[in-house]
């Protein structure tokens, strides 16, 4: 099965309401909300765009994966999310490629969303997730 | 007026061929067709998903832009480009905020798609291209 569209993609930045200025307030993409995510260590600007949505993600601790990301190269364009009707049979269908996955089996957000990583490595450099909601 | 929607998300690859072993052979993205455009000195192949489109391009040469990029980054993301209703209209409201355009005027595709490009230092780190389709 492939995708079906673009669910988002995610920028990081060095500071979510820095960032605004350009894509909200200059470029006037809408912003829906900003939430300050615990579990990942990240603030999140979320700017639906047609069927899919722009992220703005900034960390606000040092040791996460994103704030590492960040601190060696800098801000701008960071992972591409695509939406899937079947995400376990997606993984399967990856693995069965030799496609090397970060998650292996899918993870589960608050809202019911689940979510996996696919390693650049198989991508050609690009840190893809997909995800499948509910 | 804001942005419509993602019109395309670029990556910039080593090998077209090679990269669509992953992204069409593995992901099971459709590939609707492989330019190779003497204007730009790039491969790209154009794989619509959804409402909008994940290009892979690849240069040829060793002087363009694209070429520069990808020895100094490497493959991976590399610009993300909406759709606009007015692309003159959009650019003169950047202008109004002090953001950097690579292209002070639009361009024209040689399917009369005009374009213009926006300079990541004003986007966060984002090469950010703005189509208006005709």
Redesign the interface.
């Known amino acids: 099965?492939?995708?079906?569209?673009?669910n988002h993609?995610a920028?990081v930045?060095?500071d979510v309401q820095?960032?605004l200025s350009?894509?909200k307030?200059?470029?006037?993409?809408?912003l829906q909300h900003v939430e300050h995510n615990e579990d990942e260590a990240v603030d999140i600007a979320f700017m639906p765009?047609?069927?899919?949505e722009?992220e703005?993600i900034a960390p606000f601790t040092e040791d996460s994966g994103v704030a590492k990301y960040l601190a060696k190269k800098?801000?701008?364009?960071?992972?591409?999310c695509?939406?899937v009707d079947d995400i376990e049979g997606?993984l399967a269908?990856?693995k069965a490629?030799d496609?090397e996955l970060i998650n292996e089996t899918p993870r589960t957000r608050p809202d019911g969303t689940r979510y996996a990583f696919v390693h650049?490595k198989?991508?050609?450099?690009?840190l893809l997730e997909l995800y499948e909601k509910v």
Chains 1, 2 share one sequence.
Do not use: C, N, R, Y
């Open positions: 099965m492939p995708p079906i569209k673009i993609i920028i930045v060095e820095a960032a350009f894509w307030d200059a470029l006037g993409v809408p765009l047609g069927e899919g722009i703005l800098g801000s701008g364009l960071h992972h591409l695509l939406d997606a269908q990856l490629k496609v650049p198989s991508t050609g450099g690009v």
